[in-house]
């Protein structure tokens, strides 16, 4: 068999490393790394890294699983109720007056405009739930 290319085994190394290379293909790198002694040491060198890693300085919580996963839900019940009353708030705000005579409508406007203060309120509220709505949304995404 012809020998490996040497990029190919540098393209292998991260799956070296990770241990989930065939022994077929493990072996091939092995023997690889026997003759390129450059190769070798960055290699050792990589593995006491992942080791030292592993096995001291920072570990996380063993239930950082579960509380990540109740604050994701936590939140998305947030986005949930701003979403419904911002709509809520929205369409109350936004409500119409409608005059019929003949079959046919006379007269139309928002009720904003007769009662200025409570359906005005409606839509201050309206407008902070769809922010929070929209501020929520932006951090779950992770771009906040």
């Known amino acids: 068999m012809s020998?490996?290319?040497?990029?190919?085994i540098v393209d292998l190394l991260p799956l070296y490393l990770a241990d989930e290379l065939s022994p077929e293909t493990r072996q091939v790198v092995e023997?690889?790394?026997?003759?390129?002694?450059?190769l070798a040491a960055s290699v050792r060198a990589a593995s006491a890294e992942a080791l030292s890693f592993e096995?001291?300085?920072?570990?996380?919580p063993p239930d950082i699983e579960l509380r990540s996963v109740a604050r994701t839900r936590a939140l998305l019940a947030w986005q949930r109720w701003l979403f419904g009353l911002a709509l809520g708030f929205s369409a109350v705000g936004l409500s119409l007056e409608a005059t019929l005579r003949g079959g046919r409508v006379a007269n139309l406007h928002l009720m904003l405009r007769d009662f200025p203060i409570p359906f005005g309120t409606?839509?201050?509220a309206a407008a902070g739930?769809?922010?929070?709505?929209y501020a929520l949304r932006r951090r779950l995404n992770g771009r906040g």
């Open 122 to 124: 409606c839509l201050l």
């Open 129 to 133: 739930c769809w922010l929070g709505y």
């Open 55 to 60: 096995g001291g300085g920072t570990t996380a």
């Open 31 to 38: 023997e690889y790394l026997q003759t390129d002694e450059a």
């Open 3 to 8: 020998p490996m290319p040497r990029h190919v």
